[in-house]
């Protein structure tokens, strides 16, 4: 599994011309699913998300101090299955991103996973398999990048 995670001081999803999700200061979070992956893979990133340390200690000023959970911010959650994508040539290829049926379950349980894990009202998601709008205002900008599976890494040649 793969994930982009940015800081943010506000994050919405939008489809259709319909707001669906919105948070204040937090992390957007953008998820793409490898073929592979399984609970593990949901479990490292959901852990890693929530505790990364990316915030500044308003009391203390310490930069890079407080997770999002620390904070009581929200996570706003995104599928993107083109962050598995290849160049064939000029064309993306998303071959080793997992089929729309069953990452639309495993999604959905990664959803769940956060909100047991943080809180229901604290994650929001944006819509599985729709054209969707995110619109973000960056803070920093921070941005980071995880991957559940080193051997993800190198998935197609250059």
């Given at each position: ?5 940015q800081?943010?001081?506000s994050?919405s ?5 319909r707001?669906?999700?919105?948070i204040g200061?937090?992390?957007?979070v ?5 073929e ?14 929530l505790n ?5 200690n308003?009391?203390t000023g310490?930069?890079w ?19 598995y994508g ?12 997992m089929p ?9 349980s ?14 929001k998601d944006?819509?599985?398999g ?6 973000l205002?960056n ?20």
């Open positions: 599994m793969r994930a982009v995670v800081r943010v001081l994050a999803v939008e489809v259709e011309g707001i669906v999700s919105e200061p937090g992390l957007l953008l998820v793409g699913i490898h592979s992956d399984t609970d593990s893979d949901a479990d490292y990133i959901c852990r890693k998300v990364m340390r990316l915030f500044p308003g009391e310490k930069a101090d407080q997770s999002v959970v620390q904070r009581d911010y929200g996570v706003l959650l995104v599928s993107q299955f083109t962050l290849v160049l064939k040539g000029n064309k993306p290829d998303f071959h080793v991103a729309p049926q069953k990452a639309k379950l495993f999604y959905a990664l959803v769940e996973k956060f909100q047991k894990a943080y809180s229901s009202d604290a994650v944006g819509i599985f729709a054209m969707m709008k995110v619109n205002v803070d920093g900008p921070v941005t980071m990048q995880l991957d559940s599976s080193p051997v993800q890494e190198s998935f197609g040649p250059r």
